[in-house]
């Protein structure tokens, strides 16, 4: 059972304001083992131009390398938005312990719907994290909308 920690989300937002205010997505993630942080980052999408350097597969990678095992087990990955199909499959093939997320897709989606124009256009595949996990082996822990109002308030910033 994991117990999410309004410490841990709020690094993560953190990480994502700074991806902004580099110039990317507003996007953070942080991985936790043994109850501390040991992966912070931001969204890189833009910044590398690289269609997968989401925050969570950045994360990811990096927690592989730190501890020296693809499989990551005992740890979480605590992120603002919901993950897409590729970062939570990622996290199922890394072992990881569970995920928590703040926004969902269809917080994304309503935004996108309110505030759309050419260049606010996002491209997701409207598969919810909750119907990955579901599929995937080892069954991963998932804590949903954590935070929600205050990861939804990174939207504002995605692209003005």
């Not at 199909?85 to 990881?96: F, H, L």
């Not at 069954?139 to 692209?159: A, N, T, V």
């Amino acid at each position: 059972m994991i117990q999410p920690a309004e410490k841990f989300m709020k690094a993560a937002i953190e990480e994502a304001i700074k991806s902004k205010e580099k110039g990317d997505y507003a996007v953070g993630a942080v991985i936790v083992k043994d109850s501390k942080i040991i992966i912070r980052v931001g969204n890189r999408v833009k910044l590398d131009q690289d269609p997968t350097n989401h925050a969570e597969i950045i994360a990811i990678r990096e927690a592989s390398r730190l501890l020296g095992s693809r499989h990551i087990k005992d740890c979480i990955l605590y992120t603002t938005h919901e993950p897409c199909p590729m970062c939570s499959s990622a996290a199922i093939w890394a072992k990881m312990e569970g995920i928590v997320y703040g926004a969902k897709i269809e917080d994304m989606e309503n935004y996108r719907i309110q505030n759309g124009n050419k260049e606010l256009s996002w491209r997701t595949i409207n598969i919810p994290t909750s119907q990955i996990l579901e599929k995937g082996d080892p069954k991963l822990l998932l804590i949903e909308g954590f935070m929600r109002e205050e990861c939804k308030k990174l939207f504002h910033s995605l692209y003005h």
